[in-house]
């Protein structure tokens, strides 16, 4: 019975320490990457954006048509445009319809604005390269939610292709 005490002081319980220590290691290098590397990036980006204004451009899609997938055409007008290919894929934000709009669904949507509004902001976006396709109603409640956040390019389709109608705003 000694020995076998013995082997565990001896043997096991300085391997359950090291491995202990090795386990919690990573934990809690993913633990400070969580609680300050994010803070750190989003405040990079702040700081980005306020020095570079201009610089970090995102896209919005509203695709509301029923029956209609607008993604194709963005994506085939946004490679053939320079300024729009270089917008990267996690600052393209997208809320979609598959079924006709109803009144009772402009609380929802404004909502999915809204939170794409918070996303935009959390990614430091301060350009927006907005694509429209539905009832024109919600273009402007897209225009009041970013009336005083960052500068909305809307673009409009046409039988060639996408055409950019200019800012929801004129800047002053």
């Known amino acids: 019975m000694d020995s076998f005490r013995a082997f565990i002081m001896d043997v096991l319980d300085p391997i359950g320490v090291l491995l202990g220590i090795g386990i919690a290691i990573p934990i809690v290098w993913t633990w400070i990457e969580v609680v300050w590397g994010t803070r750190r990036r989003r405040r990079r980006a702040f700081e980005d954006a306020r020095k570079n204004p201009g610089r970090r451009p995102g896209m919005l899609i509203l695709d509301l048509l029923q029956g209609k997938d607008v993604k ?4 085939i007008f ?3 445009t320079q300024e729009l290919k270089a917008v990267p894929d996690s600052r393209v934000f997208r809320i979609e319809r598959t079924s006709r709009i109803r ?10 604005i809204r939170g794409s509004a ?3 902001a959390a990614e430091g976006i301060d350009v927006i390269h907005y694509f429209h396709a539905g009832p024109a109603v919600l273009a402007s409640l897209v225009g009041a939610e970013f009336k005083n956040s ?12 996408y055409v950019l ?8």
């Open 72 to 75: 194709v055409a963005v994506e």
């Open 78 to 80: 946004r490679q053939q």
């Open 103 to 112: 009144p009772q669904d402009m609380l929802l949507l404004m909502q999915e």
């Open 118 to 120: 918070g996303k935009i």
């Open 150 to 161: 960052c500068r909305v390019l809307l673009y409009q389709h046409q039988a060639d292709g």
């Open 165 to 172: 109608f200019g800012p929801l705003q004129q800047d002053e």
